[in-house]
């Protein structure tokens, strides 16, 4: 119940920071806003800790393969930072480049999962007679 | 590391904008400029650390 008071608390702040800001200085209203971004993203990073130990502690126990959790996990990894990359710039106004992060985010994620994908067209292979 | 980092932010530019009315009333739009500048580039090495930073939490979070 107290981060998501504290998460709120600076989401509104920043947001009248930056309506005074706009006024007189619009660059700085950006930089207002990646900033609480950054602020609020890690408290969201601290509560992953806990989640991320608990799945490793599953996959340990589970016959899951520990590549594939690495992979799954690089890959949240990723999601996460074009997320906070894309919604920084298109607030800006710049969809374009907005565009470009997610597109090669996107194949980066793709390559990424290459190896899982290979394994499971193997595994479908033994299946099928 | 916290919301005073959004105030300091905040209060650079509203300095900046006052010094920026202050010089250009007095007819040097010149150093106008360079003040506004000098305070873009003070705010982008503070967000720059606190992105930096972000990047390294995120990295050794997920293993990237």
């Known amino acids: 119940?107290?981060?998501?008071?504290?998460?709120?608390?600076?989401?509104?702040?920043?947001?009248?920071?930056?309506?005074?800001?706009?006024?007189?200085?619009?660059?700085?209203?950006?930089?207002?806003?990646?900033?609480?971004?950054?602020?609020?993203?890690?408290?969201?990073?601290?509560?992953?800790?806990?989640?991320?130990?608990?799945?490793q502690s599953i996959s340990n126990?589970?016959?899951?393969?520990?590549?594939?959790?690495?992979?799954l996990l690089k890959i949240t990894g990723i999601a996460f930072l074009t997320e906070f990359a894309v919604s920084v710039c298109s607030d800006a106004?710049?969809?374009?480049?907005?565009?470009?992060?997610?597109?090669?985010?996107?194949?980066?994620?793709i390559t990424m999962s290459m190896p899982i994908i290979k394994s499971l067209l193997e595994l479908i292979m033994e299946i099928l007679p | 590391m916290d919301i005073n980092l959004l105030f300091k932010i905040a209060a650079i530019g509203i300095l900046v904008a006052v010094l920026h009315q202050v010089l250009?009333?007095?007819?040097?739009?010149?150093?106008?400029?360079?003040?506004?500048?000098?305070?873009?580039?003070?705010?982008?090495?503070?967000?720059?650390?606190?992105?930096s930073s972000l990047f390294d939490s995120v990295r050794t979070l997920f293993n990237l």
């Open chain 1, 61 to 71: 126990k589970t016959y899951i393969n520990q590549q594939f959790l690495g992979i």
């Open chain 2, 24 to 51: 250009v009333r007095a007819g040097r739009e010149d150093q106008a400029m360079m003040t506004t500048l000098a305070g873009l580039v003070i705010v982008l090495s503070m967000v720059i650390q606190e992105i």
């Open chain 1, 93 to 109: 106004g710049e969809k374009a480049i907005a565009n470009k992060i997610e597109i090669g985010s996107k194949v980066i994620i």
């Open chain 1, 1 to 55: 119940m107290e981060e998501i008071i504290k998460i709120i608390g600076i989401g509104l702040v920043a947001l009248v920071i930056i309506i005074i800001l706009k006024q007189y200085k619009p660059e700085y209203a950006i930089y207002v806003s990646i900033i609480a971004g950054i602020l609020i993203l890690f408290f969201a990073i601290e509560k992953l800790t806990g989640i991320i130990e608990l799945l």
